[in-house]
């Protein structure tokens, strides 16, 4: 699908530094993504090269990542740090990657999958978020809520 729902610019969804949790349920209905990788949840405006990718299928395969980036021009907070490699079609699955000071947490149906620690404000080129598509795009085919 190339249906996607991005929200209002708003100076409380800027994360740099701050403590949050991005949480979700999807979905996919194709794996892996046909054309082009599916990026269910990203930050900023949808369209930036560095803009969090909380969520990336690659076209290779069944896994789900967490890229997040400081500078706007490398992957130098996370870099494809593996979520879960073990996607199938038509199955939910819930995802929560949290910040709390330095420390990072991604966790995949409700079990803890990695831990690491950066001190850096997360780039994003918009102070929002899409739900749906990343990287201009890299549509998601399936569901999220």
């Known amino acids: 699908s190339t249906q996607y729902l991005t929200t209002a610019t ?3 969804l800027a994360l740099g530094t701050s403590d949050f949790t991005v949480e ?6 194709v794996m892996p993504p046909s054309s082009s990788a599916g990026i269910p949840v990203c930050s900023g405006n ?3 090269t560095y803009d969090g990718l909380f969520g990336y299928v690659p ?14 021009s490398s992957w130098d907070i996370a870099n494809g740090v593996t979520i879960t490699s073990s ?3 038509n199955n939910w699955y ?9 420390t990072f947490r991604t966790f995949f ?13 997360i780039y994003q080129s918009a102070n929002s978020f899409v739900i749906g598509k990343g990287q201009s ?3 998601f085919n399936g569901y999220i809520i």
């Open 10 to 12: 708003n100076a409380n």
């Open 24 to 29: 979700y349920w999807f979905n996919p209905s």
């Open 46 to 48: 949808g369209t930036g």
């Open 59 to 72: 076209t290779s395969g069944s896994y789900l990542f967490l890229y997040l980036s400081s500078t706007g």
């Open 87 to 89: 996607l199938v079609v």
């Open 94 to 102: 819930h995802v929560a990657i949290t910040r709390s000071g330095s």
């Open 109 to 121: 149906n409700g079990s803890l999958v990695s831990t690491f620690t950066s001190s850096a404000s």
């Open 137 to 139: 795009n890299n549509y």
